[in-house]
Nanobody, 123 residues
């Protein structure tokens, strides 16, 4: 069983930065495509960013491109989301998720999920 635990959320002013981490249990971390999603109150869960197993390919939603950076450390089974130039509209619960091998922007296609971490950006 794969378990995901997010950390790093919090309250930040607009224009500030946060770095989210997602620690993943298991021995085959590099075989998982990792994604970050977010869910704001009253809105559907949306794709934010994703990264291939070897870290060589990354994907971003248009709304975060140029501000957020995803990365992973396969030696330590961790994926990160560096969030810069944060805006109030980035306020949401952020989730990391894992699926075997293949990239996807669809939350329905992910097998494992973390519990989420709250990010609040004040104006």
């Amino acid at each position: 069983q794969v378990q995901l635990v997010e950390s790093g959320g919090g309250l930040v002013q607009a224009g500030g930065s946060l770095r989210l981490s997602c620690a993943v249990s298991g021995r085959t971390f590099s075989s998982y495509f990792m994604g970050w999603f977010r869910e704001a109150p009253g809105k559907e869960r949306e794709f934010v960013s994703g990264i291939s197993g070897n870290g060589g390919t990354t994907y971003y939603a248009d709304s975060v491109k140029g501000r957020f950076t995803i990365s992973r450390d396969n030696a330590n089974n961790t994926v990160f989301l560096q969030m810069n130039s944060l805006k109030p509209e980035d306020t949401a619960v952020y989730y990391c998720a894992a699926r075997r091998w293949v990239a996807s922007r669809s939350s329905n296609e992910y097998t494992y999920w973390g519990q989420g971490t709250q990010v609040t950006v004040s104006s």
